[in-house]
């Protein structure tokens, strides 16, 4: 074969190849190109079509980004929709499609074979959930097509949403939209299971606050259907009852890797695809990108499946060089950095949450700083947690979390930036950003999360984690009288209250053999007392780490 | 000297100096903290000020971030306001302190002495400037308080500002705001003098389509008065006069180092003082914070002035705990992230501009791309306009400058974090930034941009500047005939129309032998076009960077 005449046959339009196709077309003029889609529709906005439900998204048509048309036209790809690749033949180097139109099928070979099959929403077996009208999964634009017609044909408007992850999130917030009563059932016992629990507290309750009932910690047992066998509502494995004739299954995806394992390509640890830096399989002939692969987890350095579209746009670029080209760059580690709106909230995160730092047994330690988006002089301040973690050894960063109304994607997208470069946490404090009132602070909430974990590693300030047990601890809480009787310390009812301005002239009153904890709104003035304590010869002193406002999190959801 | 016991003089309690105070007192609870501040308030939020003058902070006690009060108590400083050092005393380690009320003057010792003596508006010298009633620079509250006077008094309801800089275009903002029509002048033939000219022509269209009168290229000759000596207006270099009772002077600042160079310390080439890596000077008992020292510039690694809030306070931060005790991190090199709000436009830069570059003599190259700030198929998508600059050799990242209306300020942040690391364009191309539809794409504008970067360092998509010279080449313009008819592509009336999806089937329309430029809207089109060319053996072709849009800019603003 001459490189230049090379065939390139692509699986898979969504999550990756229609990007290897157009970047292949680009890098080879010459090059012949397949593109095999099962579906009627090549390439489409897979993240907008809740928005779409919802009616945020108005106009259906612009869900359908690169039309079969564009992509023949410009890119003289040899587009075929409703064909289906059922085997692949690596000894022939053929692919058997078949056409679902009529069933009929053919050898298609190829030179180079760019897998991009996606995932598919995972379903578990039950009683009634494959064949009950009104349970639907989101994944493609007939699936969106029918939980829209479901919605608009609803006569109870109640919709019950099985998981809360982004999808599942997304999905309450459109229903919500279209007028529906909404409950959200979680098997974890928060929403946004990829999240540290505290962080994703405000959600749970601002979900409840717009009056959706969210049941976490409960799985789901079974559908409940009518005589007819249409969905009336899901019965969870506590035994409650979640009513709606509109079941959403939220439940996460599986990697399509059937045609991968038939063929024999080698599978990793987490059941993804395997490749390389160049995306090659292990036959390097065959590529994969998108949802079925696993790539290098910067964080870990180990490889995993990403199921984020990001990835898989850049992973299938890559692919379609080098199948078109035999060279590319190699691709970088991905950090699953991730980002969901949910109503006026926005939480992100990139890299490891403190819980999967410790399922890979990982020694880590975090900061949560909560700070304003701007400058807090400026109309519009709002809040943004901010938790930070990193390696109690090197200080480098391991992952970030951001939940709060604006400015979130920012911080994560910073942190995550740094991160590509083996960042510590010492590197983010000298971070020059952009800063004027309306767009930041002189001290940015990255920094003042920088700056907190410098202060921990330095010895300087070390932080108590937001749960601690302080029995027996002596806590001296330095907010003023009237703060901690609005809002009083979680979990510690015999704490001191001295505030921060009276500490030097009150420090009688208090006993420096103990150990000790200061605690104030979410942590700022509480390091100021930390450090006179620290200087007075207060035998053991740490800071409550984002203070009362965190506790108060890290202590449960409170009941609505 | 017992470093617990140490005093630490600070003079200047803004733009650092309240920094420094509050981190060497929690650094040392022992040490004598003095600061001294020559106007009444100590710590205020300057970047706040323009705000207030238009109402949109209402409340002037929010710019008062930091009160003598606050300071005194929770971090037991010795706060001496309309308290003016007049002159260092490096020999007996005494700062001569005049109190303004009295005339009065005492020597105050120091074992550490920190220098945080900002910077002061410059006013020409000129007829008028300095007596004329109506004629201010903004600096500090006082000054914010007499131009609101002003402002509320006015009958004529008519300002002119002076300089079209940061401080310049935020005033004309809340002039506006306040119901007054203003003019603006700017000497050099552009707003925003520190960015390239092309990326800023669109505030320069939305000032004037604001009905504000802007005259660039144009200095200032003499204020215009009135018998009574009250401001009426400016009369500019080209004769031109701007009427107004109120002339607004933005002309940018000059470093307050008298005090420093009278005690014989080290100035750098801009006129900053010299620091080091822990801000001391050259005498190493005397540190140095904000705008009035040199820090080293990233992108050049050569020591300059740099007067922006962010640094300022990290730099004090780091000499209060250097001056409290004997140790702090490094400074990192600051990239001059700047960023501004213009009515509804956002411009950012950080590192250099592409004439900045040039007048260090640096090889740089630059791309410049407009992408949607989120997914396209989402509601409220607005163009970002990003620019890249990098070293011709290594790829290495020399800055960034970027124009819209949301989502600016993310991307100059991420693309200065990313120079924190030396980061090169094609490190760029795999960042793993947040995505979901309503705050980015998958394909970010930073990845775009840096893909087209890496597509002209690897021969694949060379550029052709945008404001090139395009007599003598084949210009092909690969638009729709619409697109070209209601926006034809500057300077260039011999342009082949051939629309890009019809490019393959009309090759024979073109002359292969030719040196070739294509152009589309914003260079995505002109890029599959040029693909197509090179490998269908076009002897030269080049897209044109930024294609008709930035063209548009670049040939120099629009009349109004």
Redesign the interface.
């Known amino acids: 074969m001459s490189e230049k005449t090379v065939r390139i046959v692509i699986i898979g339009g969504v999550a990756g190849g229609a990007s290897a196709a157009t970047r292949a077309?680009?890098?080879?003029?010459?090059a012949e190109i397949i593109l095999l889609e099962k579906d009627e529709h090549v390439s489409f906005?897979n993240?907008?079509l809740p928005?779409h439900i919802g009616g945020?998204?108005a106009d259906r048509a612009?869900?359908l980004?690169a039309t079969r048309e564009l992509l023949q036209?410009?890119?003289?790809l040899d587009v075929r929709t409703r064909h289906e690749a059922v085997k692949i033949n690596r000894g022939q180097k053929t692919v058997t499609v078949q056409c679902i139109a009529d069933g009929s099928t053919y050898e298609q070979p190829y030179d180079k074979l760019i897998l991009s099959p996606g995932a598919a929403p995972f379903v578990p077996s039950m009683d009634g959930t494959e064949t009950a009208k009104g349970v639907f999964t989101l994944r493609n634009i007939a699936d969106m097509d029918r939980i829209c017609a479901a919605v608009t044909s609803s006569t109870d408007k109640k919709a019950v949403v099985i998981g809360a992850g982004?999808i599942g999130l997304e999905m309450v917030e459109q229903l919500v939209r279209r007028g529906f009563q909404v409950s959200l059932a979680e098997l974890l016992p928060q929403v946004l299971p990829p999240m540290d629990p505290e962080m994703v507290v405000p959600i749970q309750e601002d979900l409840r606050n717009r009056g959706i009932q969210v049941e976490l910690g409960d799985g789901i047992r079974r559908i409940v259907t009518s005589t007819d066998n249409a969905a009336t509502g899901v019965e969870l494995t506590s035994g409650k009852i979640l009513t709606g004739s509109i079941v959403i299954l939220g439940l996460g995806v599986r990697p399509n890797t059937r045609l991968a394992v038939d063929a024999g390509l080698q599978l990793g640890k987490t059941g993804g695809i395997t490749t390389n830096q160049y995306l090659q399989t292990s036959d390097p002939d065959i590529y994969a990108a998108g949802d079925a692969c696993e790539y290098v987890y910067?964080p870990t350095g180990e490889s995993m499946r990403i199921p984020?579209?990001?990835?898989?746009?850049?992973a299938g670029?890559l692919a379609g060089q080098h199948a078109a080209t035999g060279q590319c760059?190699s691709?970088?580690?991905?950090?699953?950095?991730?980002?969901?709106?949910v109503f006026e909230l926005?939480a992100?995160m990139?890299g490891l949450s403190q819980k999967a730092a410790k399922r890979c047994g990982l020694n880590a330690r975090s900061v949560t700083i909560v700070a304003g988006q701007h400058?807090?002089?400026?109309?519009g301040a709002s809040p943004i947690t901010l938790k930070l973690l990193y390696a109690t050894d090197t200080g480098k960063v391991l992952g970030a979390q951001a939940i709060g109304r604006d400015g979130v994607?920012?911080r994560?997208?910073?942190i995550?930036?740094?991160m590509?470069?083996g960042?510590t946490v010492?590197?983010l404090?000298?971070?020059?950003?952009?800063?004027?009132?309306?767009?930041?602070s002189?001290?940015?909430p990255v920094?003042q999360a920088a700056?907190t974990a410098?202060n921990q590693i330095d010895g300087?300030g070390e932080l108590l984690d937001p749960d601690s047990d302080l029995t027996s601890m002596q806590v001296v809480d330095v907010r003023t009288a009237a703060e901690v009787s609005k809002n009083p310390l979680a979990g510690c009812s015999d704490a001191i209250n001295i505030p921060?301005?009276e500490l030097?002239s009150r420090l009688t009153e208090l006993d420096p053999t103990r150990s000790t904890v200061v605690s104030c709104g979410v942590g700022i003035?509480g390091?100021?007392a930390q450090?006179?304590l620290m200087?007075?010869g207060f035998r053991k002193v740490a800071n409550l780490s984002g203070g009362a406002t965190i506790r108060a999190r890290a202590a449960g959801p409170k009941q609505a």
């Not at 970088?332 to 991730?338: I, K, L, N, R």
């Not at 404090?429 to 930041?440: E, Q, S, T, V």
Request: glycine share 8%; with cysteine.
């Open positions: 077309r680009r890098c080879n003029e010459h906005a993240c907008g928005y945020e998204i612009k869900l980004v036209k410009r890119f003289r982004f910067g984020l579209a990001g990835p898989a746009n850049r670029r760059d691709t970088s580690p991905v950090m699953g950095t991730a980002i969901v709106r926005t992100a990139t400058a807090g002089y400026f109309p994607d920012k994560i997208d910073v995550a930036t740094a590509a470069f960042a010492r590197q404090c000298g971070l020059d950003l952009a800063y004027a009132p309306p767009y930041g002189a001290k940015d920094h700056f410098c300087f921060v301005d030097r003035r390091h100021v450090r006179i200087q007075k």
